[in-house]
């Protein structure tokens, strides 16, 4: 049974708890629901909670644990002779996974997948023909591991339906149970309810902790394999997978302010000023319309940008700009990937400080222009000082936002690391070379692979530290004009 029909069998089976509860509730007071302590619906809602939530949350550790366990036993049918000293074992189990993964689409192709296991050249090629890349044949102890790991699955995905079932059937059957006038429905809806957003809350606090305890133990053991003094203060990038790399990420941060210093010339003033007339000088109308129309810029993909940096902005910088004034040659470039990602982070820009600035008091409007003051003065002189720490927090969201862009880096700028002034040259950011680094089939057990998570946590740091000091100017502000 499929995963989603699994979810509707269980959603049907909490309406069916719904009504059911619902009708008990009434039917033992015989119609007179005054007799109840809760409203009919509250004893319906608590059996549906009873029923649906206990087995969704089984599915969900169910899912989470069961690849650790299938894994493990299909890796401990790999016969020794395949796991040479030059490849890893997780390398063997992306192997092992492909073709478990193959095996599946070729049997749903119609496909005699029992004659192709007996000859591992044709199951190659047949993988291959379907999009599944094997870089070598199959032997007998991979085929034995993949045919463990499909068959594991599928029994282990048959054993979750029948767990999740039972417990709502189960979790109904309890629910129905506890159903009388007395039964306090509504504070036990209520106290379910709560625990559920606690857990929903949990979730995301523990899928933080994971995402940093992550990226710091990876890069403990990089830098067990490599000297953190290199790293930081290198100023060569030059990884190699077959050894002797030199991975300094100087060059990388050097693209990444690059880019983000230019992207951030383009948003400021130009978001800066669409906020202060939308918020001072445009009617309503006029503003119905133009701050939507900058906000689209939000929801457009990056891939799109881009495109358009690629296609568009790239060949007319070149062609009017660095060949004619002798500054290179490509299409490519920091000056690229900055103009292009300074308008698409516009209205980071323009949306937090038009609402910064309409919160500062009227009063204070007021009181400039009962003095005498211009509307342009009283804009210079009390609501935009008034409004600066708003305006430095939403600035700064926005570098972090640039910082952390990827897409239009890589189309936009190339992907050389190298360290210049030259804005017309080509540069890469860290977030490009987390990507390159992670590409294809990888070992975690060499720094050429390892050193994407010290990059990653090199750029989680910087963010970090710019959304806290962002956060700590917008609160300040906040208190002191709500």
């Not at 767990?163 to 809806?189: C, D, E, K």
Request: charged content about 10%; overall charge neutral; proline content about 5%.
């Amino acid at each position: 049974m499929s995963l989603g029909l699994l979810c509707l069998i269980l959603l049907a089976l909490a309406a069916i708890g719904y009504f059911v509860g619902r009708a008990r509730a009434v039917a033992q007071v015989d119609g007179d629901i005054r007799k109840l302590h809760s409203l009919p619906p509250f004893y319906g809602r608590i059996t549906a909670l009873l029923t649906v939530v206990p087995a969704f949350l089984l599915i969900a550790v169910w899912l989470l644990v069961q690849p650790a366990f299938i894994e493990s036993h299909s890796f401990s049918l790999i016969a020794p002779e395949d796991l040479p000293a030059g490849k890893s074992a997780e390398l063997v189990m992306a192997d092992v996974r492909r073709i478990a993964s193959g095996i599946s689409v070729l049997q749903a192709k119609g496909q005699d997948t029992e004659a192709l296991v007996a000859d591992p050249a044709q199951l190659k090629a047949a993988l291959n023909a379907a999009g599944v890349v094997l870089e070598t044949e199959p032997t007998p102890s991979t085929l034995a591991a993949a045919a463990a790991l499909r068959s594991d699955a599928a029994h282990s995905r048959l054993y979750m339906t029948i767990a999740a079932l039972g417990l709502a059937v189960a979790g109904l059957g309890f629910g129905i149970s506890r159903i009388s006038p007395q039964y306090r429905a509504r504070n036990a809806t209520e106290r379910f309810a709560m625990w559920v957003l606690i857990g929903c809350s949990l979730i995301a606090v523990l899928t933080t902790v994971g995402i940093v305890a992550s990226l710091l133990f990876e890069s403990i053991h990089f830098f067990r394999l490599y000297p953190i003094t290199s790293f930081l203060f290198s100023t060569t990038w030059e990884p190699k997978f077959g050894g002797g790399s030199t991975l300094g990420i100087v060059p990388l941060l050097w693209g990444t302010l690059y880019v983000s210093a230019i992207s951030l010339l383009v948003a400021v003033p130009i978001g800066l000023m669409s906020a202060i007339y939308l918020a001072e000088y445009a009617s309503k109308s006029v503003r119905s319309w133009v701050k939507p129309a900058i906000e689209i810029l939000a929801g457009i993909p990056t891939i799109v940008y881009g495109l358009f940096a690629l296609i568009t902005v790239g060949p007319l910088l070149r062609d009017y700009f660095a060949q004619p004034l002798g500054l290179g040659n490509s299409s490519s470039s920091v000056m690229t990937a900055g103009l292009v990602m300074g308008v698409m982070v516009i209205p980071f820009v323009s949306s937090l400080s038009d609402d910064i600035i309409n919160a500062v008091p009227q009063s204070l409007r007021d009181g400039s222009l009962g003095l005498g003051a211009t509307p342009s003065e009283t804009i210079k002189q009390v609501v935009f000082p008034a409004a600066l720490p708003g305006i430095v927090g939403a600035i700064l969201l926005a570098a972090s936002r640039a910082i952390g862009e990827t897409m239009i880096v890589v189309l936009g700028a190339g992907a050389a690391a190298q360290m210049s002034l030259n804005p017309f040259q080509a540069m890469t950011t860290v977030t490009v070379k987390i990507v390159s680094q992670l590409t294809g089939d990888t070992e975690f057990a060499s720094p050429e692979t390892l050193v994407a998570f010290a990059l990653g946590l090199t750029l989680f740091v910087m963010t970090l530290t710019l959304n806290i000091i962002a956060l700590v100017i917008v609160r300040k502000y906040r208190e002191q004009y709500e």
